[in-house]
């Protein structure tokens, strides 16, 4: 269906968003109010001065926030549900890299990038946050894809000039912030799409390539994005690389790419420390919790309730492809999973998550990154999608509390029947 450009309308269904962690507010049968792009209010009757205004009615259906992904590799997504027999560092080695390398062709970039956004598109994710490769050309091919189907993102070129294989390892950090610094001048062109630096992690990056994309940084204003505390041999590595840090996460914030006046995403965060994470609290860092790739590498399952009663900035990532899935409800639904898990064999301490939780955790909590994203608070970016949820039978009626929970177990993209991004229908 093609985009719909109308800027004032009223959708009508039984609406679900969350104003805090612990929060769902529903309005059955309600109506949304879409104004100059942003939304204008949640209403059991419509107000008079918003009954001209065109109506999408979907009456019945559910309609909730469009869900935000903060971490995505999308080079990585056409060996997705391959290759789970590794730990992360020989996972990148035997398969990532060997795949990451073939971007290097435009031909096989345009292919496989094709079929990425395509699906992002038909996905209930509206706001993405994305990994490209070293290479410049195929990385801004990403984001004309991303721009031309109306996706809002961050999109980054990755830097890695060391541990790396020669076959996917910048020549030196000088030219690596060179044609990173050409990259971030030809993205000026976008509008729904934006640069975001991407140091791939600590041991993949010299301490001259920090210092220079630091420059950058400051330079340009731009958020950065990479991986935190990960897996347990990932930080020991970290520590012999860099025996001055105090952990993980200061190998970032030496060079001021640590959230503060720099927007910073770092993905997984399963064994920080209390040091590590006050300073993300005080700094204001988000954590892209990423619970199947946690999983599937054996990685661990991070203690994000306790970020999130701590104060953390948290929200979802599918992390494509140690992720086997696009599907943010998927992302939600082992959120929940693994945390009971972790709750019953590990830590009693750290209570399960709720579904209340990682609803939050897809949409306000996640959308935050973007600014007033990810609910239908007044003033809000409209984001939106639309759940038939009819095909997931069941032999009573159930109240829209209970159908979102099954929804976000069971819905899959065929569930999906609309989708709104800034106010634009792009599905």
């Not at 800027?7 to 679900?16: D, E, P, Q, T």
């Not at 509206?126 to 490209?132: D, K, L």
């Not at 731009?222 to 505390?229: G, R, T």
């Not at 939106?384 to 159930?398: F, G, N, S, W």
């Amino acid at each position: 269906m093609e985009e719909i450009a109308v800027r004032n309308y009223v959708m009508k269904g039984n609406i679900c968003y969350s104003k805090s962690s612990n929060e769902i507010c529903i309005v059955e049968n309600g109506y949304l109010v879409c104004e100059d792009k942003k939304c204008a209010g949640v209403y059991t009757e419509l107000p008079e001065q918003y009954e001209f205004f065109p109506l999408f009615d979907y009456s019945e259906q559910l309609v909730v926030p469009g869900l935000v992904d903060l971490h995505v590799h999308a080079p990585q997504y056409p060996f997705r549900g391959m290759a789970m027999n590794l730990e992360l560092i020989d996972w990148l080695n035997a398969y990532t890299f060997v795949e990451e390398a073939k971007y290097k062709d435009l031909e096989y970039a345009e292919k496989a990038y094709e079929i990425f956004v395509d699906d992002l598109k038909k996905s209930a994710t509206t706001r993405a946050v994305v990994f490209g490769t070293i290479h410049k050309d195929a990385t801004l091919l990403l984001m004309d894809k991303m721009e031309k189907v109306g996706i809002k993102g961050f999109v980054g070129k990755v830097n890695m000039d060391r541990n790396s294989p020669d076959y996917l390892c910048e020549e030196n950090a000088e030219k690596a912030a060179i044609i990173t610094e050409e990259w971030i001048n030809a993205c000026e062109k976008y509008e729904n799409v934006k640069p975001i630096l991407t140091p791939r992690f600590t041991p993949s990056c010299t301490d001259e390539l920090f210092e220079k994309l630091s420059v950058l940084q400051k330079k340009y204003n731009l958020p950065v994005q990479s991986h935190l505390s990960e897996n347990l041999g990932e930080i020991e590595w970290v520590k012999e690389l860099c025996p001055g840090t105090k952990n993980y996460g200061d190998s970032y914030d030496r060079y001021d790419m640590f959230g503060n006046d720099c927007p910073t995403i770092m993905a997984h965060c399963v064994y920080s420390g209390e040091e590590e994470v006050e300073t993300m609290r005080k700094q204001g860092v988000f954590v892209a919790h990423c619970p199947e790739s946690n999983t599937n590498l054996s990685s661990g399952v991070a203690p994000v309730k306790d970020y999130l009663k701590k104060g953390l900035k948290v929200g979802l990532g599918s992390d494509i492809a140690a992720g086997s899935s696009l599907s943010i409800f998927k992302a939600m639904a082992m959120a929940v999973q693994c945390s009971k898990l972790r709750w019953r064999l590990f830590d009693q301490s750290v209570e399960p998550l709720t579904v209340d939780e990682v609803f939050y955790l897809a949409t306000k909590g996640g959308g935050e990154f973007f600014g007033k994203v990810g609910s239908f608070e007044e003033g809000y970016e409209f984001d939106a999608v639309v759940i038939e949820d009819a095909t997931i039978r069941h032999p009573q009626e159930l109240n829209v509390k209970e159908r979102l929970e099954r929804v976000i177990y069971l819905a899959e993209d065929k569930n999906i029947v609309a989708k709104f991004v800034n106010g634009k229908k792009i599905l």
